[in-house]
């Protein structure tokens, strides 16, 4: 058998039978590699196996051009994950289509989209001395949904959906509402009882701070699968944001009480949820 060359490889296998090039093609392990490739080769021209060189260049598809995504492409699917609830992650833009859609109410009446007057978020429903208790409770939930502004409300809804993010895939959309309007509660019930000589609140970083709260005591019991260096930069930035809002609320026109006890309101509906919260791993470091 000459396969010095591949023309003489050739030339002795187009004389053989095909089933002698079947078994060298099917056991061309066993023989040196030209050997295997002419037999493979004949058969292929005899028609008796595809080209699968030819195959596999057919069912390559042809790469496509590459075109550079516009602004549109890339804010339309981040607006949609604010707004559009899904059923894994319900809640959050529920809340969020709330307040913005309560703002809107009021703007489209005549209210000033970045100034409001007090006059005009008492009519809307702000948490207000002397009217939410005893006359008016339900002012202590509605008060969460009215904001002084637009930059008032684009502030707490950053911080309603950053925190979001975070939590309702872990703790589930009933227990992050149940978190957040608790937790507002609290902090308009402890705004009323602090200032005593009136006051007229509005917004919804009472509740934020509960779920800041939340946030907190499930990284500390190691709810949120996190390794220790990452466990502990989050444990960080939350503390960090909660001290520097508080801090800051000491020199501004911001509700400090409302913070706290929606901070404390938090932690206290975090301790049953670690009852009901399942870690998704054991190997919490």
Known sequence: MDVSTPEAAAAHFAERPDAELLYLARHASRYPPAVGAAAVAELQRRGLVPDTTALAIAEVPAPAEATPETWGQVLLPVLRSLFWPTRQYWAVPLLLNLNFLVWLAMTLSGVSATAPTGHELVRWGSNVSGLTWPHQPWRLLTSLFVHAGLTHLLLNAASLWLLGVLLEARTG?????????????????????????????????????????LLLMLLLSKKIVLDKWDRRGMLGLVLYLVLSNLISGLTGNIDNIAHLGGLLMGLLVALPMQLTITSSSKNNK
């Open 173 to 213: 959309g009933r227990r992050l509402l149940a978190a957040y309007l608790l937790s507002g509660l609290a902090a308009s019930a402890a705004t009323l009882w602090y200032h005593s000589g009136g006051v007229n609140s509005t917004g919804a970083s009472g509740a934020i701070f509960g779920l800041y709260g």
